[in-house]
């Protein structure tokens, strides 16, 4: 990711606020549908989604939303279901049914979808692993950029939705990838954060010997693990690893030196036990309830899970004690301590074929607002949006929210897509169904990047 994300992520503006203000899944299916049928008082609207008083009566309209956010009542999928709610309210002739998948059955009945028809508005990510092959085949309606020039979105945020420069997707979140931690854990048992890899294992060694996990990772799913490893990757290969994984896709040949080096490491720390038994068949919402729980020290996920930290189905021991650091440095390694992956991944399209593609894009130009889906997810404490979120900056945040930010705002360089994303589908198909297998010594590194490196060819 270019230099300029960071640049124009962390304003002067958003560093100051944040100085001031802030103080210095289940693995099946969840369909779920729209709450309110009622009919729309006025169904036409501008651009930016906002009904027109004057505009005469519409037809009823049902939108279909296709959402990899099966939780309802936390996180993001609280904060698009308000989104969702709002809009039938303000458009009562717009009625929203909503089928939502944990990630991985929503990416099968995605490809399904894509050949037997779309929903009228679905989540993507805009990632090439993902997005190459869904625009190839003509299912996403193009959007006006000039539309969203007042959204607040962040200077290179739009990129991964783009291709030949015509827009087919808006991102939601700008990720990053966590340690999430225990602190009165931590406190209770003397351990203290790590600042070096090697600091990290003895740290998993003290953990595991007082019978708890170390780590909680959702080795199962595949993606997890390889956002992990591309963690590593940056702590080893520095700045360099964007242009180290791209030559390696091209090319077919994951040999890199770098490349090899993270991935024994990976290796090492899971021959290591420093995650819990079993991890590699574990799927997501297990892994968390296992540091929800308390059974582990630490959870290792994306920042979109800061909403941990506000989710009252989590006692509150632990819930208040919920912090974060990133992948600590490698030795000999050339990425610092504030040299970290961050993306604009996750977010919305409609679809090239929807029978009520005007509408689908009104209701999507209004979940962008930015005071809907940037506030409200900055309220919920989902982490960090792609869009500006500088004025809503209170110093009523959590810490964890506020250590999000900090490591955003003092972060020196970032580098993008993790590796998983960063090629063909097959190539992330081969690395998140291989990367099991060589961290848990069933295949040899060797192999394990000769596959990989074969999907891309």
């Given at each position: 990711?270019?230099?300029?994300?960071?640049?124009?992520?962390?304003?002067?503006?958003?560093?100051?606020?944040l100085l001031?203000?802030?103080?210095g899944?289940?693995?099946?299916?969840t369909?779920?549908?729209?709450?309110?049928?009622?009919?729309?008082?006025?169904?036409?609207?501008?651009?930016?989604g906002?009904?027109?008083?004057?505009?005469?009566?519409?037809e009823?309209?049902t939108?279909?939303?296709?959402s990899?956010?099966p939780?309802?009542?936390?996180?993001?999928?609280?904060v698009?279901?308000?989104?969702i709610?709002?809009?039938?309210?303000e458009?009562?002739?717009?009625?929203?049914e909503?089928?939502?998948l944990?990630?991985?059955?929503y990416?099968?009945?995605?490809?399904?979808?894509?050949?037997?028809?779309?929903?009228?508005?679905?989540?993507?990510?805009?990632?090439?692993?993902?997005?190459d092959?869904?625009?190839?085949?003509?299912v996403l309606?193009e959007l006006?950029?000039?539309?969203?020039?007042?959204?607040?979105?962040?200077?290179?945020s739009?990129?991964?939705?783009k291709?030949e420069?015509k827009?087919?997707?808006?991102?939601?979140n700008?990720?990053?990838?966590?340690?999430y931690?225990?602190?009165?854990?931590?406190?209770?048992?003397?351990?203290?954060?790590p600042?070096t890899y090697?600091?990290?294992?003895d740290?998993?060694?003290q953990i595991?010997a007082?019978?708890?996990?170390?780590?909680?990772m959702?080795?199962?799913d595949?993606?997890?693990m390889?956002c992990f490893l591309?963690?590593?990757l940056?702590?080893?290969?520095?700045?360099?690893?964007a242009?180290?994984?791209s030559?390696?896709v091209a090319?077919?040949?994951?040999?890199?030196?770098?490349?090899?080096?993270a991935?024994?490491?990976l290796?090492?720390s899971?021959?290591?036990?420093?995650?819990?038994?079993?991890?590699d068949?574990?799927d997501?919402g297990t892994?968390?309830?296992?540091?929800?729980n308390?059974?582990?020290?630490?959870?290792?996920?994306?920042?979109?899970?800061c909403?941990m930290a506000?989710?009252?189905?989590?006692v509150?021991?632990?819930?208040?004690?919920i912090?974060?650091?990133t992948?600590?440095?490698?030795e000999?390694?050339?990425g610092?301590?504030?040299?970290?992956?961050?993306?604009n991944?996750g977010?919305?399209?409609?679809?090239?074929?929807?029978p009520?593609?005007a509408?689908?894009i009104?209701?999507?130009?209004?979940?962008?607002?930015?005071?809907?889906?940037?506030?409200?997810g900055?309220?919920?404490?989902?982490?960090?949006?792609a869009?500006d979120?500088?004025?809503?900056?209170?110093?009523?945040?959590?810490?964890?929210?506020?250590?999000?930010?900090?490591?955003l705002?003092?972060a020196?360089?970032i580098?993008?897509?993790?590796?998983?994303d960063?090629g063909?589908s097959?190539?992330?198909?081969?690395i998140?169904?291989e990367i099991?297998?060589?961290?848990?010594?069933?295949?040899s590194?060797?192999d394990?990047l000769?596959?990989?490196?074969?999907a891309?060819?």
């Amino acid at each position: 990711m270019k230099k300029k994300f960071i640049a124009s992520m962390l304003t002067a503006a958003m560093t100051a606020a944040l100085l001031t203000g802030c103080g210095g899944a289940d693995s099946g299916a969840t369909p779920v549908e729209g709450q309110t049928n009622a009919q729309e008082d006025s169904s036409a609207q501008d651009t930016d989604g906002k009904a027109g008083a004057d505009e005469a009566k519409g037809e009823a309209v049902t939108i279909r939303l296709f959402s990899n956010l099966p939780d309802r009542k936390n996180g993001q999928g609280l904060v698009e279901q308000m989104i969702i709610d709002e809009y039938m309210a303000e458009n009562p002739d717009i009625t929203i049914e909503v089928e939502a998948l944990d990630e991985e059955a929503y990416k099968t009945k995605f490809k399904a979808y894509a050949m037997d028809g779309m929903p009228d508005v679905v989540s993507i990510w805009g990632q090439p692993a993902f997005l190459d092959e869904v625009l190839d085949a003509g299912v996403l309606a193009e959007l006006n950029v000039d539309d969203y020039t007042d959204y607040g979105f962040i200077a290179g945020s739009l990129e991964g939705f783009k291709k030949e420069d015509k827009l087919y997707g808006l991102p939601r979140n700008t990720d990053i990838m966590l340690f999430y931690y225990n602190q009165k854990m931590f406190a209770d048992n003397g351990w203290e954060i790590p600042e070096t890899y090697d600091e990290l294992m003895d740290l998993c060694t003290q953990i595991r010997a007082s019978g708890i996990t170390p780590i909680a990772m959702d080795g199962g799913d595949g993606w997890p693990m390889a956002c992990f490893l591309t963690d590593i990757l940056v702590k080893v290969a520095g700045e360099d690893y964007a242009d180290i994984v791209s030559k390696a896709v091209a090319s077919g040949d994951f040999t890199a030196p770098e490349i090899k080096e993270a991935t024994q490491i990976l290796v090492d720390s899971a021959a290591a036990d420093m995650f819990q038994v079993g991890y590699d068949s574990q799927d997501y919402g297990t892994t968390m309830n296992l540091f929800t729980n308390g059974q582990a020290a630490m959870y290792c996920m994306g920042s979109w899970d800061c909403s941990m930290a506000l989710n009252e189905d989590i006692v509150p021991e632990i819930r208040d004690n919920i912090r974060a650091f990133t992948m600590p440095v490698v030795e000999g390694g050339r990425g610092g301590a504030n040299v970290i992956a961050a993306w604009n991944g996750g977010g919305y399209a409609v679809s090239a074929n929807s029978p009520v593609q005007a509408e689908a894009i009104k209701f999507l130009n209004y979940m962008y607002q930015p005071d809907k889906l940037s506030k409200y997810g900055w309220e919920k404490g989902v982490g960090l949006s792609a869009q500006d979120q500088t004025a809503y900056l209170t110093g009523n945040e959590t810490e964890l929210q506020k250590q999000v930010m900090n490591i955003l705002k003092d972060a020196e360089s970032i580098s993008g897509t993790p590796i998983n994303d960063c090629g063909p589908s097959a190539f992330k198909t081969s690395i998140e169904s291989e990367i099991q297998g060589v961290s848990n010594g069933s295949t040899s590194v060797e192999d394990f990047l000769a596959t990989i490196g074969a999907a891309c060819k």
